[in-house]
């Protein structure tokens, strides 16, 4: 397996623009959880999925974070207007059904100018 | 919710014995306790699971006393390659449901020659 993949794995844009970052999750895993990780607040949790559907998105930190999840092996986190302080590295991870080990994706370095 | 603590930092040798406490007073009955490594520019990796007592595999072992309201991640004769961000994570499971995640600030560890 190739593991979790996400893309673009740096993403430079300007204030006001449209950001989408894509993550395919581990086949069979039925959880996929979005991290957003800065030196200021470390690792948060910002969305999971089981089975598509979100569960929990109290971590997304306002409306401009939109998350979906369409199907199995898809999901995507959406900000829009972007700001500079969106810059971060966000990172994709699955996990298989009743087992807590998570697999994290490489992450996408987002730059905010 | 369960959250964690744990120390900022913490050095060590090359071929010494590291041991990073966690605590999480408000650990519910059926959370588990998970420990990841993050390197620079890596999405965090899975070293270890435990319910209670002592599990131990081939990269560490965990210790977690019996009212498991802190747990002890221990890293036998580390190598400079162990030099990373271990983080804590108390994780709930509610049936078919994981239920709200959370890892901790990070402990960095640096391991000097």
């Known amino acids: 397996d190739a593991g979790v993949i996400q893309s673009p794995r740096h993403e430079v844009t300007e204030m006001g623009q449209e950001v989408t970052l894509r993550c395919k999750p581990i086949s069979g895993h039925d959880y996929l959880f979005w991290y957003r990780q800065t030196m200021m607040r470390g690792l948060e949790l910002l969305i999971y999925f089981n089975n598509n559907v979100p569960i929990d998105d109290s971590g997304m930190p306002e409306d401009r974070f939109s998350a979906k999840m369409p199907n199995a092996s898809f999901s995507t986190l959406k900000i829009q207007p972007s700001e500079p302080r969106d810059s971060a590295v966000y990172f994709c991870?699955?996990?298989?059904?009743?087992?807590?080990?998570?697999?994290f994706g490489p992450g996408t370095r987002l730059l905010v100018l | 919710l369960a959250k964690t603590t744990q120390p900022i930092s913490m050095d060590s040798y090359e071929g010494q014995e590291v041991n990073i406490t966690c605590s999480h007073n408000n650990i519910a009955t059926n959370d588990y306790i998970t420990w990841y490594q993050q390197f620079p520019s890596q999405g965090p990796r899975f070293i270890i699971q435990g319910y209670k007592t002592k599990v131990t595999n081939e990269v560490a072992s965990l210790f977690i006393p019996a009212d498991r309201k802190s747990s002890t991640l221990s890293l036998p004769r580390v190598s400079l390659s162990d030099t990373a961000v271990y983080y804590c994570l108390v994780g709930l499971l509610r049936g078919s449901t994981l239920g709200r995640l959370y890892f901790g600030r990070g402990t960095q560890l640096t391991v000097w020659p």
């Open positions: 991870a699955s996990s298989a059904r009743g087992k807590e080990t998570q697999y």
